[in-house]
Each structure stands twice: as C-alpha cells, then as structure tokens.
C-alpha cells in the first residue's frame, strides 16, 4: 500500500507544477518594413500607410507542441501626435500617428500593441507571423511643412508570453533587444489653382470701356516658387483676346486681362508682349491661399451685336 500511495502522490505533484516545456517557447522580430507615406503632394490630407512587423515563435521542446505564445508589437512613446523632422534646414515637422488597429483609435506605445498569438505546430519548427501597425498623417498639419525628405527612425518594444492569462498591457514583459524602423515621407513642391469667373456685367451701350476684376486663388506648400500663366482665350489670340456671341460667334467683342489695376500689362504666358505673375507659397499646413486680381477691360466699342458673348481663359500655375 505504501508502493501505491507514492505513487499517487507523484503523479499529484505533476499536476501541481507548470510544465518547463513552455519556458522554451522563444521568439523573435525576423523583420519590420519602414512606415512609407510615400511622395505627398498638396493636399497633404490624412494619408494612410502600414507596416508590418514579421514574428516568428519556436518550440525547441516535444511538450512545446500545441502551446500558445502571445506576441506584442508596440512602439516607443512617441507623443501624441508623433512628428517627422525634415532632414533639411530649415527644420520642419510633419504630424501623424502610429495605430494598433486599421480603424485608427488607439495609438501604439510602451502599453498599447498591436497582437497576434501563435500556436506551436511542432518542435523546431518556427510559426510565423506578420503583425501591422497602422499610419495615419494629421489631416492638418500646424507646422510649416517645406517641400523635402521627412523621417522618425523609432526604437521599438516588443515582447512575448506563454503565460494562459497574458495580456499586453498588464504581464507581457518587453524583450530584447527592441526592433527599429523608420517613418518616412517625402512632401512635394506643389500648388493648387482656383478662379473666379469675371463678369463685365449686363450694358446696353458700350460706348465706354468696362472694367471688370476677379481672384485667381494659387495655394502652395511652403516656399515653393510658382508662376501663373493666361492662355489666350477660345476666340482669340495672345494678344488680343476676344469673348464671342452666345461662345461661338461668328460676332466678337474685342477684351483683355490685366496684372494691374493701371490695365497696361496684359497677363498671358510671357509671349508676344505679355507678362505673367510670379509667388511663392507661404503659410502653415497645406499652405495659405493666396489672391492674385485679374484685371479685365472691354475697350470702347461702337456697335455690337446685342448677345450674351463669353470666352474661356484657362490659369495655369508652374512650380
């Protein structure tokens, strides 16, 4: 009876103590691809990237077989928002925002990560995994951004457990050593074009010239150098433009478009006597828009065809 009761309580203590074959569960980061943006241009907008980060879990024991491993990627405590320099002087940020989830509402950092659990298939045989986290850049950006190179190398945590409660937040210990990889961007010299129509108003006499004036918006990234051309019009030639009955004539009234109050320099594309106008873009964020007159005159004009007589002039920005 004693032979039986040994026994007993052998098999008892196996019971109460954790296996050590869990113990020899390891894992490792095999690979993290960079947060690329990629090239921006304006508008800059929330855009969107991911990365993913490769895991891989081995059992180097049988009794390893069939055992889960949680895996935790997160990051280090970047702020909220995070920001990429530029690599240039002048220095510039560009705001954004490292997620654990595709819907963008919980940042990473030392205590939020991103998760996947692996289960071991056999001994020495590595399960891999890829886990991604999620970019998102601010949909408004406060800070000036200059076209050029904009990165954040970032030293990240991760870590792992056997452990049947586990959890990311409260009892996955960091492992070593961190991973890295880098957030990148690259942000465009552009610009953005907008235009008012000009309207010379309604007359039953043109027997004096009318004068008439609109704003051509040009937006730009910071700094970047721009040039904003005027073609010649659907009815006539640069320079002497031309608005036609009903758009198509045959019947035309002579006008033209002027880069000054004075209407002494007809704005074109810088050929045959014509001038353009030149900026550059200023403000923060995606840029501050910026007004530029154009001015219009219809000169004297003793007879006319009675009509409405249009023209299309089509802006063109160069940066």
């Known amino acids: 009876m004693r032979h039986l009761a040994v026994a007993a309580l052998l098999a008892l203590a196996a019971l109460l103590f954790p296996r050590a074959a869990s113990a020899a569960i390891t894992c490792t980061v095999d690979n993290a691809s960079d947060l690329n943006f990629g090239t921006l241009t304006l508008p800059v907008g929330a855009v969107t990237s991911t990365l993913n980060v490769t895991v891989s879990c081995r059992g180097n024991n049988n009794n390893d077989v069939g055992d889960s491993v949680l895996v935790c990627i997160g990051t280090n405590d970047g702020g909220n928002p995070r920001q990429m320099d530029r690599t240039a002087a002048p220095v510039r940020t560009l705001d954004y925002q490292i997620y654990t989830d595709s819907t963008y509402t919980q940042p990473a950092n030392y205590t939020y990560n991103a998760s996947a659990t692996l289960t071991i298939a056999s001994r020495n045989t590595p399960v891999t995994r890829i886990i991604p986290l999620y970019g998102r850049l601010a949909a408004t950006q406060p800070n ?4 050029g190179t904009y990165n954040e190398p970032i030293s990240a945590v991760w870590g792992y457990s056997t452990a049947t409660n586990a959890n990311c937040a409260n009892n996955v210990a960091p492992a070593t050593p961190n991973y890295s990889f880098t957030s990148r961007a690259v942000l465009q010299g552009s610009c953005l074009i907008a235009a008012q ?8 006499s043109l027997a004096t010239a009318r004068d008439a004036q609109a704003n051509l918006t040009v937006t730009c990234t910071n700094g970047t150098a721009y040039t904003v051309k005027l073609n010649a019009g659907l009815n006539g030639t640069l320079p002497n433009r031309r608005m036609a009955l009903n758009g198509t004539g045959p019947q035309t009234i002579n006008y033209n478009l002027y880069t000054t109050a004075a209407r002494n320099t007809i704005w074109g594309d810088g050929a045959s006597g014509t001038s353009t106008v030149i900026g550059a873009g200023t403000g923060a964020g995606q840029g501050t828009p910026t007004a530029h007159t154009v001015y219009g005159r219809v000169p004297a004009t003793p007879t006319f065809t009675a ?13």
């Open 144 to 147: 000036n951004p200059t076209p």
């Open 197 to 204: 129509n000009l309207d010379f108003g309604t007359h039953t």
């Open 307 to 319: 009509g409405s007589y249009t023209d299309t002039v089509t802006a063109t920005v160069e940066y």
